[in-house]
T-cell receptor, first 113, second 115 residues
Framework: DQQVKQNSPSLSVQEGRISILNCDYT??????FLWYKKYPAEGPTFLIS?????DKNEDGRFTVFLNKSAKHLSLHIVPSQPGDSAVYFC????????????FGKGITLSVRP | DTGVSQDPRHKITKRGQNVTFRCDPI?????LYWYRQTLGQGPEFLTY????????KSRLLSDRFSAERPKGSFSTLEIQRTEQGDSAMYLC?????????????FGDGTRLSIL
């Protein structure tokens, strides 16, 4: 039973264009959502997060959108750069003591020069 | 570097042997988490500590697995009588408690290979 789903295993975009990475969840108790980036042989690196009380959070080239009614979030990267090529994981948690992260399977992003 | 440190980075062992991994978290962050990641999957939660107290364990954590965090500092994860299915990347993460949600910061993991 996958509570966090990243249905597209890969995405390829041209340098300078927008990358849109999607994520769906099923557990309505989740109230904190995060995106992590992972290079081979390294641990996941925190990128950006959003609380369920917001619908948008922006940090530089990265923006996360949350649609609670649809149980859907997306990560926008604008403009995409070759160094953004990595695996991106969507993750979710509850609040307080229920802080463990539930991850999706990840999306491999390739940014073509 | 004041990030999460894990040791060893790689461990190769024969089936049936015991292995122990160590995690040194970010010192000022009081929560420590263990996850396991297999090929093609996202990390899966195993257990977490707040200071020295182990607050939650996943059902993935069989009786062969044990984790400790003495004195609320570093943590160890031990696997007894390893099996082929234990081959995975074992990740440790740090976060803090507080009024608002806090992201978890991961180490580079220990890759375990069972022969």
């Amino acid at each position: 039973d996958q509570q966090v789903k990243q249905n597209s295993p890969s995405l390829s975009v041209q340098e300078g264009r927008i990358s849109i990475l999607n994520c769906d969840y099923t557990n309505s108790m989740f109230d904190y959502f995060l995106w992590y980036k992972k290079y081979p042989a390294e641990g996941p690196t925190f990128l950006i997060s959003i609380s369920s009380i917001k619908d948008k959070n922006e940090d530089g080239r990265f923006t996360v959108f949350l649609n609670k009614s649809a149980k859907h979030l997306s990560l926008h990267i604008v403009p995409s750069q070759p160094g953004d090529s990595a695996v991106y994981f969507c993750a979710a948690s509850g609040d307080g003591a229920n802080s463990k992260l539930t991850f999706g399977k990840g999306i491999t992003l390739s940014v073509r020069p | 570097d004041t990030g999460v440190s894990q040791d060893p980075r790689h461990k190769i062992t024969k089936r049936g042997q015991n292995v122990t991994f160590r995690c040194d978290p970010i010192s000022e962050l009081n929560r420590l988490y263990w996850y396991r990641q297999t090929l093609g999957q996202g990390p899966e939660f195993l257990t977490y500590f707040q200071n020295e107290a182990q607050l939650e364990k996943s059902r993935l954590l069989s009786d062969r697995f044990s984790a400790e965090r003495p004195k609320g500092s570093f943590s160890t994860l031990e696997i007894q009588r390893t099996e082929q299915g234990d081959s995975a990347m074992y990740l440790c993460a740090s976060s803090s408690t507080g009024r608002s949600n806090q992201p978890q910061h991961f180490g580079d993991g220990t890759r375990l290979s069972i022969l």
